[in-house]
């Protein structure tokens, strides 16, 4: 591959496309903020930016519109980078294309129809992918065998107090307190939204762990099998949301993952090893003596996963 080739190839990757408008003038510090922030996105938006498949269909799209230079590629990269990073939503995603890329009029709309093909890729290719690192198991049995992961889990940073007692905000503990709360065998939506925004723990939580914590209750009331992660050896709470909030699941439990992508490729390698450092560090946890001795394995029996079961 030659080196013009090369540029091109990685321009048109969301990852590893340059911060600069220029492919060549990429500061250290730039290429390092970006990577601090693409580690904070959920796992399933960074398997699918780092993907071959987005890659191509970028390709695609710029070569339709006239579009595939270096520089012009990294542009449109980058627009798939910063929504995702939450800054292109509604009307400034039109915006912010007609000023990176000076397309107006009919061309404009056109390729932003087309742009929302690229997310919606993104998103189903991640979400694929993000599958294969995922075991359904049950968050009673969970509770009942003790498991150590409802115990070392937290939702929130602070303690939350227990019969006037403070303890961890774990899952363990969260469950503990709902139930005291609403009493056990009373659990219901009117009752599960009144614990989420009135008790006196759950109210102290910001928007993001409230949200964790909803959908944790949801699951469960309706004794549904949570996602456990085997890489991070935690229950997935950004995929929970994500699939509770998705009204189109038709594919993305179904459809094999996009050919040429996998996630501990050679090219995909940088991504991989950060996230699996990541998920080192997770795996250290303070403890306090006198605790109940938690059981250091799961029963991960694996199971077909079915998205639609979870809408």
Known sequence: MSANSNIIQKQANPFYASVADSPHGEKEEQRK????KYLKLP????YGLISKAAEEEILRLASQFGLKDAINLGRVSRLVRQYFLGGLK?????SAVKKELNLSGE???NFADNFKNVLRLVQETGKKQALKDLRQVSLREMIQNEERIVYEQTIGN???NIEEEK???????WIKDYKLQVGAGNENVLKRSDYLYNSPNAKRLNKRDRNKLSVLLDYYDNKKKVFYNTLYEEIDFDFMLEIS???DQSSSGSEKVAEGYDIKSVQNKPFFDADKASSEERK?????SGKIEKKEKMNTEKNTLNLNDYT
Do not use: F, H, M, V
Request: cysteine-free; overall charge negative; charged content about 45%.
């Open 158 to 160: 602070g303690d939350i």
């Open 90 to 94: 509604g009307q400034r995603l039109e």
């Open 33 to 36: 903020e970006w990577e601090e």
């Open 167 to 173: 303890a961890e905000p774990s899952i363990a503990n």
């Open 284 to 288: 250290i946890k303070k403890t306090e």
């Open 43 to 46: 796992r399933y938006a960074r």
């Open 107 to 109: 061309k404009l709309r």
């Open 245 to 247: 909030n998705d009204s």
